[in-house]
């Protein structure tokens, strides 16, 4: 098999020569396809939970849907120090392969995997366990992506070529979409939500097939090969990286970039995507299509922030994108729900939805397992108003109050479903329900987004506008990053930091943003979340992180 090689040092002056730059294209494309099968699951999480998870009631599953997704990220810091240490050890390309392999063939048996009604319990334990092993190999696959763009590109060029790296997440994210939307076409939806949702992880095989032969074709770094022949490779870069004066920039890197990155680059797209559909009502198809035309709309701004970066720094494109981003984030959620569902805040002003309830009843209605049963009268009267998409206050009642809901002026009683046999609180449900959903109605609180209420242009320009601070954090965090650590050990020093940040402060940002609604009510507490984590890495990352862009990176 013939491979790429290197004609230059990443020293050399000027543009790069044509065979670094298919180098680079060949590295992108493979990153590509493996956050497209990362992304299918998050894109696909509500069907999946009723695929997967149909044994428990509809919040929790969706809620265990969100943690089946977030467990992907949980591992992923310990893909990082696995497949860093042996990217560090024996080389980029062949942790290329290998990570590629997993990814690939982890995402095509969950197009094959058997759902709850076929073989119970044992469904949704095996998805997690492919999901962890998708996280696994992500977490080896972006330190040595970027690590190996990097090393190839002369001083100068750095934040301009790996930003192309940068663009693979959102790009790769695209991609799941169009294929998602364009089997749902073909199929209807009905088959689709049945069978068809299948399809797109079963693609996944045609493109394993190609990233593999992509990055066969890769040969290695050639800073690494340089360091290799001088026999100066780490013989522990675990220890070099977290247990010496190295492990101090490797915490600055994950509280003073990453964690901040990631919860803007999570907010701006996921978060996004599930508050139009679950919080607003908005139909999965237009939400899809609005999320990438604003993935086509900001992808470029990748490029354009890593170029920028180039000549006035990294640090500060960075920092400035996390604090204009907790800045704004709520007036910008708020009038997305202006433009893309303004009957539920025409309602909630004229008839604001409020339970009144003992505080004792009410419960954080959060169940992974789907064990729990929440039958006080507090948890019954929360979980219909979260379930309908309904923004509401919680009063405190006298100790033993049954929860009653007030919508504008009229009262609704909730009942005590604790201790009542299984006829008897279906009976009591039914009357509940019958009695909220006209007053809801009533209220001018709607089941779905009214399309022709939806104003497009300005809910694809807010959502265009959220990925552009995605871009700003985003496009610049891999020179930088790369920039910080010394060759020896670059994959595994800049692998943890930004995995664990993206792991772990990005990818529990649904599940804890939704859990935080859940128990206010108010569908902008969630956001919270993402606004604190992006403030403390504005501080900490403008305070104690140095200025990387004229590093020469081969000293």
Excluded at 483 to 490: A, D, G, K
Aim: charged residues 10%.
């Amino acid at each position: 098999m013939s491979s790429v090689s290197a004609t230059a040092g990443p020293s050399t002056p000027g543009t790069l020569t044509q065979s670094h730059k298919k180098v680079i294209f060949a590295s992108s494309l493979g990153t590509v396809f493996e956050w497209y099968d990362f992304y299918l699951y998050g894109s696909l999480a509500a069907i999946i939970a009723a695929q997967f998870f149909s044994g428990v009631n509809e919040t929790t599953g969706f809620i265990f849907a969100l943690l089946a997704f977030a467990a992907g990220f949980a591992v992923r810091p310990f893909g990082a120090i696995v497949f860093g240490r042996i990217g560090d050890m024996i080389g980029r390309k062949y942790t290329f392969l290998v990570t590629i392999v997993i990814m690939g063939l982890s995402t095509f048996l969950v197009g094959v995997l058997p759902s709850y009604a076929s073989i119970g319990i044992a469904a949704p334990i095996i998805l997690i366990v492919l999901r962890m092993l998708q996280g696994l190999a992500l977490g080896g696959e972006y330190g040595g992506a970027a690590t190996y763009v990097a090393e190839h590109a002369p001083n100068g060029k750095r934040g301009l070529y790996t930003s192309f790296i940068q663009t693979t997440a959102t790009v790769g994210l695209l991609l799941s979409l169009v294929v998602i939307l364009g089997v749902r076409e073909v199929l209807g939806t009905e088959a689709f939500n049945d069978w068809g949702w299948r399809l797109p992880f079963l693609l996944s095989i045609v493109l394993l097939g190609v990233s593999v032969w992509i990055r066969m074709q890769l040969s290695e770094s050639p800073l690494f090969q340089q360091m290799k022949a001088e026999g100066k490779t780490s013989k522990a870069p675990i220890t070099e990286s977290f247990f010496s004066k190295n492990g101090r920039i490797v915490l600055l890197a994950l509280l003073g970039a990453t964690a901040g990155q990631a919860v803007v680059w999570y907010t701006g797209q996921f978060y996004a995507m599930y508050f139009l559909t679950q919080s607003l009502k908005v139909d999965p198809t237009t939400t899809w299509l609005l999320i990438g035309g604003a993935l086509v709309i900001g992808t470029p701004f990748f490029v354009f922030f890593g170029w920028l970066s180039d000549r006035i720094g990294r640090k500060k494109i960075i920092m400035a994108g996390c604090l204009v981003a907790a800045l704004t984030y709520i007036p910008l959620f708020q009038a997305l729900t202006h433009y893309a569902n303004p009957a539920v805040e025409e309602a909630s002003a004229s008839y604001p939805a409020v339970v009144i309830a003992d505080p004792d009843t009410c419960n954080f209605q959060f169940d992974p397992v789907g064990k729990k049963q929440f039958t006080s009268s507090c948890d019954i009267a929360t979980a219909a108003l979260a379930k309908a998409g309904v923004p509401y206050d919680v009063q405190d009642a006298p100790a033993g109050t049954v929860a009653t809901v007030m919508i504008g002026d009229t009262e609704i009683s909730s009942y005590e479903a604790t201790g009542l046999a299984k006829e008897d609180a279906a009976a009591q449900s039914a009357t509940f329900n019958a009695a909220l959903k006209p007053t809801l109605a009533t209220a001018g609180y709607p089941e779905k987004a009214d399309p022709a209420r939806i104003n497009k242009p300005m809910v694809l320009a807010i959502l265009a506008l959220l990925v552009v601070y995605v871009t700003m954090v985003y496009g610049p965090i891999a020179a930088w990053l790369v920039e910080l650590f010394p060759t020896r050990i670059r994959y595994t020093s800049m692998s943890l930091p930004y995995h664990i940040g993206n792991g772990w402060f990005g990818g529990f940002l649904p599940t804890i943003s939704f859990a935080l609604v859940a128990a206010t009510g108010n569908i902008y507490y969630g956001l919270w979340y993402p606004i604190v984590i992006a403030l403390m890495t504005f501080v900490i990352g403008s305070l104690f992180l140095r200025e990387t862009y004229k590093a020469d990176i081969t000293q």
